[in-house]
């Protein structure tokens, strides 16, 4: 489900960005690709757009457009949260109580949901619509609104209607909506939940690289035998040859490894495990019994961060993690007087410090609506903003909302039909790209590939645009010819397989991969 919440997401993206090229930049674009570009368009809800949209009001002005998108984006979330709405009342009316609804923690996940997707999908547009509100042309001396020269410059007229819905519109569109989405995911404590799922498996990593640094071979053979290595090592208590030995290393763990422990431990559990092990010695079995006790008992893979005791952060802390001791001029750390929670944070520290270095990884971390209370919560509230990708990675969405952002809005007021206009396009389209390139944001792989395949696609797109205006300006009606024949169709191609090229690539590469292996 999570895969395909994050290939919806991908395609919507790629052809919301796709569908401003005929607005953003003039260029003079074939027939085929504007209308590519006007269907793409529904992926933003950008339904006034359609040319049988436009046949219907022929004249109607961009003031009249720009209300529309103004006003609509409040009524369709008014409209969504319509059904809580009820439900609290249905709950203050026969429970006491706004929320005592028996459906009011279920209605109220759903509507945060989707009115979060109906303003992700509406976003791209309402952005574009109020920052054409506000880019001015001069024609003959007269500043004119750019997208509609009938209008006066709004920015000379701060009086205006137009000038006062377009800045409203950036005000809470533009501006408020990530930042709103951004405090709903603070106050569902998706940043929190992301640090202490990384914190945590970061920690057993650390705990298994620890117990791999100090077990000795004849510690660890003992630890096997007796269960102590065993994924779960309560299995072993059930069984009767080994109930002796098991309650001798309860009490083992109840004394602390006194003299009372060792004492059972070499008079009673040897005796127990006999000569299997290899050890032949009193001395030696109590030697390695004593690591064992002090080394593996100490942990059981199931830490959790902030129930670490004394002696575990101790451990941890002082731990040489890279083997290589201590270097000329080098001195141990001073831990000596420290609390639990100041030990705490020096472990955290080193934890991150030792994922930066690539000698501990938190492996692949994914959001799981079975994962804890709170995680579910957040999942269900907002669960298309951060289930596609990666825990650490919970803020892409935003990050992707900016880019589309900066590629239409910000883009189209730049520059104005000029070169550099395209440029810009292709170096914020560039610049997401490596960044995404860097992160590999979403969890499956072959999602972050059909993301970035969809980016560079963009990409050619703009640049074809580019390079269109150059050959149109070139062009000889004399002889009739334009460079940009051929290169046009592919462009149209790649534009209209996005969404199944690069899974059948990835199809093809597996079938030679399996031939490969026979």
Same mark, same amino acid.
């Given at each position: 489900v999570q895969g395909v919440v994050g290939f919806i997401k991908i395609s919507l993206s790629f052809y919301q960005v796709l569908s401003s090229l005929s607005v953003t930049y003039t260029v003079a674009w074939r027939p085929e690709m504007l209308a590519l570009f006007e269907v793409s368009g529904l992926c933003r809800l950008d339904v006034l757009a359609l040319t049988a949209v436009a046949c219907i009001s022929p004249g109607q002005h961009f003031r009249d457009t720009l209300r529309a998108y103004v006003i609509a984006p409040a009524a369709g979330t008014a409209l969504i949260a319509l059904p809580y709405v009820c439900v609290c009342l249905l709950g203050r009316a026969f429970h006491g109580a706004w929320g005592a609804h028996p459906r009011a923690a279920r209605a109220r996940a759903s509507c945060t949901y989707w009115a979060t997707y109906w303003l992700f999908l509406v976003y791209p547009s309402v952005c574009m619509k109020c920052v &054409? =509100?506000?880019?001015?042309?001069?024609?003959? %001396?007269?500043?004119?609104?750019?997208? *509609?020269?009938?209008?006066?410059?709004?920015?000379?007229?701060?009086?205006? @209607?137009? !000038? +006062?819905?377009?800045? +409203?519109?950036?005000?809470?569109?533009?501006?408020?909506?990530?930042?709103?989405?951004?405090?709903?995911?603070?106050?569902?404590?998706?940043?929190?939940?992301?640090?202490?799922?990384?914190?945590?498996?970061? #920690?057993?990593?650390?705990?298994?690289?620890?117990?791999?640094?100090?077990?000795? #071979?004849?510690?660890?053979?003992?630890?096997?035998?007796?269960?102590?290595?065993?994924?779960?090592?309560q299995m072993h208590r059930s069984d009767s040859g080994m109930a002796r030995v098991w309650g001798l290393q309860d009490a083992v763990r109840a004394q602390d490894g006194g003299p009372l422990g060792a004492n059972m431990v070499a008079d009673d559990v040897r005796v127990a495990i006999g000569e299997d092990i290899g050890i032949v010695s009193d001395s030696e079995f109590d030697r390695v019994m004593e690591h064992l006790r002090s080394k593996h008992s100490m942990f059981t893979d199931h830490e959790e961060l902030e129930f670490l005791t004394y002696p575990?952060?101790?451990?941890?802390?002082?731990? *040489?993690?890279? =083997?290589?001791?201590? %270097?000329?001029? @080098?001195?141990?750390?001073?831990?000596?007087?420290?609390?639990? @929670?100041?030990?705490?944070?020096?472990?955290?520290? &080193?934890?991150?410090?030792?994922?930066? *270095?690539?000698?501990?990884?938190?492996?692949?971390?994914?959001?799981?609506?079975?994962?804890?209370?709170?995680?579910?919560? +957040?999942? &269900?509230?907002?669960?298309?903003?951060?289930?596609? !990708?990666?825990?650490?990675?919970?803020? !892409? *969405?935003?990050? =992707?909302?900016?880019?589309?952002?900066?590629?239409?809005?910000?883009?189209?007021?730049?520059?104005?039909?000029?070169?550099? &206009?395209? +440029?810009?396009?292709?170096?914020?389209?560039?610049?997401? #790209?490596?960044?995404?390139?860097?992160?590999?944001?979403?969890?499956?792989? #072959?999602?972050?590939?059909?993301?970035?395949?969809?980016?560079?696609?963009?990409?050619?797109?703009?640049?074809? %645009?580019?390079?269109?205006?150059?050959?149109?300006?070139?062009?000889?009606?004399? @002889?009739?010819?334009?460079?940009?024949?051929?290169?046009?169709?592919?462009v149209l191609v790649l534009c209209s397989t996005m969404l199944i090229a690069p899974l059948a690539l990835e199809g093809v590469l597996h079938v030679f991969h399996r031939i490969s292996f026979f």
């Open positions: &054409q =509100g506000l880019t001015c042309v001069d024609i003959a %001396g007269d500043a004119r609104l750019f997208i *509609d020269v009938s209008e006066a410059c709004p920015l000379t007229e701060a009086s205006s @209607e137009v !000038y +006062a819905m377009a800045v +409203a519109g950036v005000v809470v569109y533009v501006i408020g909506v990530p930042l709103a989405l951004l405090t709903a995911l603070v106050l569902l404590r998706v940043p929190n939940l992301a640090r202490h799922k990384t914190d945590r498996a970061l #920690l057993r990593e650390a705990v298994k690289t620890y117990k791999q640094h100090t077990l000795s #071979l004849p510690s660890e053979r003992v630890a096997r035998y007796l269960g102590l290595a065993h994924p779960d090592a575990q952060l101790l451990a941890l802390c002082v731990h *040489d993690w890279t =083997g290589k001791g201590l %270097g000329e001029g @080098e001195r141990a750390i001073d831990l000596s007087g420290k609390t639990v @929670e100041e030990l705490r944070g020096v472990l955290t520290l &080193q934890l991150r410090t030792l994922q930066k *270095d690539g000698r501990i990884s938190a492996g692949l971390l994914v959001w799981d609506e079975e994962g804890g209370s709170l995680e579910a919560a +957040a999942v &269900q509230h907002v669960g298309h903003l951060i289930s596609p !990708y990666k825990v650490q990675y919970w803020y !892409y *969405d935003l990050v =992707g909302m900016v880019y589309k952002l900066f590629a239409t809005a910000v883009v189209f007021a730049t520059w104005r039909g000029q070169h550099e &206009q395209f +440029a810009a396009g292709i170096f914020v389209s560039v610049l997401f #790209l490596v960044f995404s390139a860097v992160l590999q944001p979403f969890f499956v792989q #072959l999602l972050n590939n059909i993301h970035m395949y969809s980016i560079a696609v963009y990409t050619i797109v703009v640049f074809h %645009g580019l390079m269109k205006s150059v050959w149109d300006a070139e062009w000889d009606p004399v @002889e009739g010819v334009t460079r940009s024949v051929g290169y046009e169709e592919a």
